[in-house]
T-cell receptor, first 114, second 112 residues
Framework: KAGVTQTPRYLIKTRGQQVTLSCSPI?????VSWYQQTPGQGLQFLFE???????NKGNFPGRFSGRQFSNSRSEMNVSTLELGDSALYLC?????????????FGPGTRLTVL | GQQVMQIPQYQHVQEGEDFTTYCNSS?????IQWYKQRPGGHPVFLIQ???SGEVKKQKRLTFQFGEAKKNSSLHITATQTTDVGTYFC????????????WGLGTSLGVNP
């Protein structure tokens, strides 16, 4: 099976712009989670989608949003970009929701905000 | 706030030395998962433990889940340069096992 894919891999934006990132999960996986990773901050959970519904949400402002489509592909959107949004955005898929499902990560999208 | 603590945050060892990272939760977990992220890469699932007191081994890596299901450890015997990376633990809270709670990771450096 193909792994989790994320597009684009690299992105440069300026403050105030918006951005949309895409994630295609492993075939058959119905859960998609998004994380923000910055140096020294570990993996900060953004949200999780399952069957097109947001099931869990982290502590991020409303500028961060996402959605999931009927084929389980997911997108996340960040509006009104700030310098602090520069990070690696990781998408992870799993077969189901919650325990004991392990997560399979994509390569990430490296976002730089200038 | 962060409910799973990982210690140490960083550790450098000489190749051949042993290494241990600890994961401590403030609440009981239904499972514990360990992931490894190589520099420049993405986290990769290593193993999952679900039973109280469970111990699993993968070659030089030994994983333990505490009796109270609140803590876990990863021990690497005779480290190699290929062990370099950040090791994350994560677990689902018992009773509310839909959200995966992550530790901040332990970054391991190995001097050849």
């Amino acid at each position: 099976k193909a792994g989790v894919t994320q597009t684009p891999r690299y992105l440069i934006k300026t403050r105030g712009q918006q951005v949309t990132l895409s994630c295609s999960p492993i075939s058959g996986h119905r859960s998609v989670s998004w994380y923000q990773q910055t140096p020294g901050q570990g993996l900060q959970f953004l949200f999780e989608y399952f069957s097109e519904t947001q099931r869990n949400k982290g502590n991020f402002p409303g500028r961060f949003s996402g959605r999931q489509f009927s084929n389980s592909r997911s997108e996340m959107n960040v509006s009104t970009l700030e310098l602090g949004d520069s990070a690696l955005y990781l998408c992870a898929s799993s077969e189901g929701l919650g325990s004991p499902n392990e997560q399979f990560f994509g390569p990430g999208t490296r976002l730089t905000v200038l | 706030g962060q409910q799973v603590m990982q210690i140490p945050q960083y550790q450098h060892v000489q190749e051949g030395e042993d290494f241990t990272t600890y994961c401590n939760s403030s609440t009981t977990l239904s499972n514990i998962q360990w992931y490894k992220q190589r520099p420049g890469g993405h986290p990769v699932f290593l193993i999952q433990l679900v039973k109280s007191g469970e111990v699993k081994k993968q070659k030089r890596l030994t994983f333990q889940f505490g009796e109270a299901k609140k803590n876990s450890s990863l021990h690497i015997t005779a480290t190699q340069t290929t062990d370099v990376g950040t090791y994350f633990c994560a677990g689902h809270r018992a009773g509310n096992n839909r959200k995966l709670i992550w530790g901040l990771g332990t970054s391991l450096g190995v001097n050849p």
